[in-house]
């Protein structure tokens, strides 16, 4: 056996305890990786679950298509039969005496029947697919047209309707059918804001001139509902958003609103203060701007 002499024992010591160092750097090191790994896997989880939801989601966009699909053919059904009924109520209104004690009932039929017509109208032209169609269009009457669809949900759930139409403001280069599929998203999340029933807005008008171009219109739906909390607002118009229950929302309708305006060259806003209520603000390019010349903001 050699004894060592100090020098030697002095660097062994060194040795070891560079040794020991070395092996508690790398002890941090796999600490640090199973953390990472920990972090990663529950990464994972929330993806995976994410993906679920996803397809959940779309598997309800797709139904949702198809309940579109039946009613438009509904519709379409129903139109002859409307029709003939109308021809036949008219004719008969006619032959009839003006004192005839059964007219009043006619007249009855003749109104509700012409109603139908406009709620079948009305079906047609938002569930119409197919290519978009621009036309000059005005987002006033777009907006009658669509409140009318769903004027039974606003009475039902107690909602007044304010509408502040400005009679001289310019129509849209827009797709109809398009146009009121905004609408009626809109609409449709007002009136879920406001369960216990409240007050819809609808304004259209020239857009405010620091905004916009000049000729531009601006549609503003308001509510006097929820609210949407400050944190949640910038992700509102994310595809599949929605803060809805299970089944209720795909959180599709205001990005599938986005994307339309941004089609035409336009922008959408919203403003909201919790428990006060929320505005959507709609601005739409003049009549007659070629889209190129258009540069959408949102
Ligand atoms: N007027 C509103 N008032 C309060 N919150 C709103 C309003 N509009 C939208 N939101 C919020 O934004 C979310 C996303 O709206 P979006 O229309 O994109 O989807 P959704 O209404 O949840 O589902 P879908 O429109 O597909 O039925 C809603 O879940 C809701 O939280
Ligand atoms: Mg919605």
């Known amino acids: ?11 062994l010591r060194q040795e070891l305890d560079q040794a020991r160092q070395t092996i508690r750097i790398l002890r941090e090191e796999l600490d640090q990786t199973s953390r990472g790994l920990v ?37 379409h059904e129903l139109n002859n039969p409307l029709t003939a009924i109308m021809l036949w109520t008219e004719k008969l209104l ?23 017509a406009r709620l079948v109208r009305s079906l047609l032209v938002s569930c119409r697919r197919g290519p978009p169609l621009r036309a000059p269009v005005d987002p006033s009457e777009e907006a009658d047209g669509t409140l009318e669809l769903v004027r039974h949900v606003l ?8 509408r502040e139409f400005d009679p001289g403001s310019p129509r849209v280069q827009a797709d109809r059918q398009q146009l ?36 531009s219109v601006q549609i503003e739906v308001a509510d006097t509902g929820q609210g949407i909390p ?20 795909t959180g599709l309708g205001l990005s599938i609103c986005r994307r339309i305006v ?5 922008t959408i806003r919203i403003r909201s203060t919790v428990d006060v209520g929320t505005s959507v603000l709609v601005v739409l390019p003049p009549e007659g701007l070629p889209t190129a010349a258009r540069t959408p903001t949102t």
């Open 155 to 162: 009475q039902k759930q107690g909602v007044a309707v304010v």
């Open 262 to 266: 941004a089609e035409h060259g336009g």
């Open 230 to 249: 400050a944190d949640v607002l910038p992700r509102v118009m994310e595809p599949f958003f929605t803060t809805r229950p299970e089944g209720r929302g």
């Open 39 to 75: 972090v990663l896997t529950l990464e994972l989880d929330r993806k995976r679950e994410e993906i679920q939801n996803s397809t959940e989601q779309l598997w309800q966009a797709g139904k949702l298509a198809t309940v579109g699909e039946m009613a438009a053919s509904v519709a």
């Open 1 to 11: 056996m050699t004894l060592l002499n100090d020098d030697e024992a002095a660097r």
């Open 94 to 116: 006619m032959d009839m005496p003006l004192d005839h004690p059964k007219r009043a009932g006619l007249v009855v039929i003749d109104q509700e029947t012409a109603r139908m």
């Open 180 to 215: 009121r599929q905004i609408l009626l998203n809109l609409i449709t999340n007002a009136v879920d804001a406001m369960p216990r029933g409240g007050t819809l807005t609808i304004r259209v008008g020239p857009a405010p001139a620091a905004e916009a171009l000049p000729g």
